[in-house]
Nanobody, 130 residues
Framework: QVRMVESGGGLVQAGGSLKLSCAASIRTGSAYAVGWFRRAPGQGQEFVATISWNGEVTRYAESVKGRFTISRDNIVNMVYLQMEGLKPEDTATYYC???????????????????????WGQGTQVTVTS
């Protein structure tokens, strides 16, 4: 349905910034909500941020609120996660995920649960050193 490919991960010092990108390959005319999740070593999948199809609705995990910003450009089918003030506890593999929505009625829907998504990328590693 939707193929997601993340990029932009890397190694950064605490307090630094990174911008993750997620490229979506999708049939023209389809609408989709997107979420960013992360998994730290030895831990489960954690919600980070989500954005609705029309970009008007965004939600963030409390742990990243005020530091991370999710955005999208539907013209080029890209979703971004700007990460500022990075902390060592942000170290994780970051995944973007998509779910198709009905643009007529669900363009403002944004989802924060992993079970809401059925199209996942392979992840990009973010490592924050102290």
């Amino acid at each position: 349905q939707v193929r997601m490919v993340e990029s932009g991960g890397g190694l950064v010092q605490a307090g630094g910034s990174l911008k993750l990108s997620c490229a979506a390959s999708i049939r023209t005319g389809s609408a989709y909500a997107v979420g960013w999740f992360r998994r730290a070593p030895g831990q489960g999948q954690e919600f980070v941020a989500t954005i609705s199809w029309n970009g008007e609705v965004t939600r963030y995990a409390e742990s990243v609120k005020g530091r991370f910003t999710i955005s999208r450009d539907n013209i080029v089918n890209m979703v971004y996660l700007q990460m500022e003030g990075l902390k060592p506890e942000d170290t994780a593999t970051y995944y973007c995920a998509a779910v198709l929505v009905d643009p007529r009625g669900a363009s403002t829907y944004a989802y924060s649960r992993t079970i809401d998504y059925n199209n996942w990328g392979q992840g990009t590693q973010v490592t924050v050193t102290s």
